[in-house]
């Protein structure tokens, strides 16, 4: 509760129930250790694979076929701001990111042009929501800009306003495959429109 913004900072915040569910699935024991205001440390141990095969590459894994794109990224964390940075730039397109709205709006004197995606974590710090973030850039670029809004939040309530916005919602974790098809997919949509 003292951690809404999901701050890595601050704790992963993941929960006895899913790390049960996690051994559960793996088939792994669980130890755990906790103290009173430190916190609790979940330790799971996973059997080292013997000689995995090589795999063929993949789809997701190719290089992608669309023009480069402008991309703006939302996230309060500096670590997934880089990370989306890097990913998207591998990809070829250019991409600006930012913590919050105000942040981005602070870029957005040197844009040239109207991005052509924006893709927002759905919980800001400060009780800011990607969909407010989303619908102020819209109407700063006086566009309909194609969204995508990330969460791994699974109140039902916010599931439902996530999904009643116009916004393609993707849960957390995100695969790269299924990331690229968002984004392929959004903008090819709204070139046809």
């Given at each position: 509760m003292?951690?809404p913004?999901?701050?890595?900072?601050?704790g992963?915040?993941?929960?006895?129930?899913?790390?049960?569910?996690?051994?559960?699935?793996l088939?792994?024991?669980?130890?755990?250790r906790?103290?009173v205001?430190?916190?609790?440390?979940?330790?799971?141990s996973?059997?080292?694979?013997?000689?995995?095969a090589?795999v063929?590459?993949?789809?997701?894994a190719s290089p992608?076929?669309q023009?480069?794109?402008?991309i703006?990224?939302?996230?309060?964390?500096?670590?997934?701001?880089?990370a989306?940075?890097?990913?998207?730039s591998g990809w070829g397109h250019h991409?600006?990111?930012?913590?919050s709205?105000?942040?981005m709006?602070?870029h957005?004197?040197?844009?040239?042009?109207t991005?052509?995606?924006?893709?927002?974590?759905?919980?800001?710090r400060?009780?800011?929501?990607?969909?407010?973030?989303?619908?102020?850039?819209?109407s700063?670029?006086n566009s309909?800009?194609?969204?995508?809004?990330?969460?791994?939040?699974?109140a039902?309530d916010?599931?439902?306003q996530?999904?009643a916005?116009?916004?393609?919602?993707?849960?957390?974790?995100?695969s790269?495959?299924?990331?690229?098809a968002?984004?392929?997919?959004?903008?090819?949509?709204?070139?046809?429109?």
């Open positions: 003292g951690n913004e999901r701050d890595r900072a601050r992963l915040g993941l929960g006895l129930a899913i790390v049960q569910r996690l051994t559960r699935i088939h792994t024991p669980m130890q755990m906790s103290h205001g430190r916190g609790s440390v979940f330790k799971v996973v059997e080292l694979a013997a000689g995995a090589e063929e590459p993949s789809i997701e992608s076929h023009p480069p794109l402008f703006l990224v939302i996230d309060d964390e500096i670590a997934i701001q880089e989306m940075a890097a990913l998207l991409v600006v990111t930012a913590g709205c105000a942040e709006h602070d957005a004197s040197d844009f040239t042009s991005p052509d995606l924006i893709i927002s974590d759905y919980r800001l400060d009780d800011e929501e990607g969909i407010t973030t989303i619908e102020r850039l819209r700063e670029f309909d800009i194609p969204a995508i809004l990330m969460t791994g939040d699974t039902p916010r599931i439902r996530a999904t916005s116009d916004c393609f919602l993707l849960h957390k974790p995100v790269n495959g299924r990331l690229r968002a984004i392929v997919n959004l903008t090819m949509a709204a070139k046809k429109s």
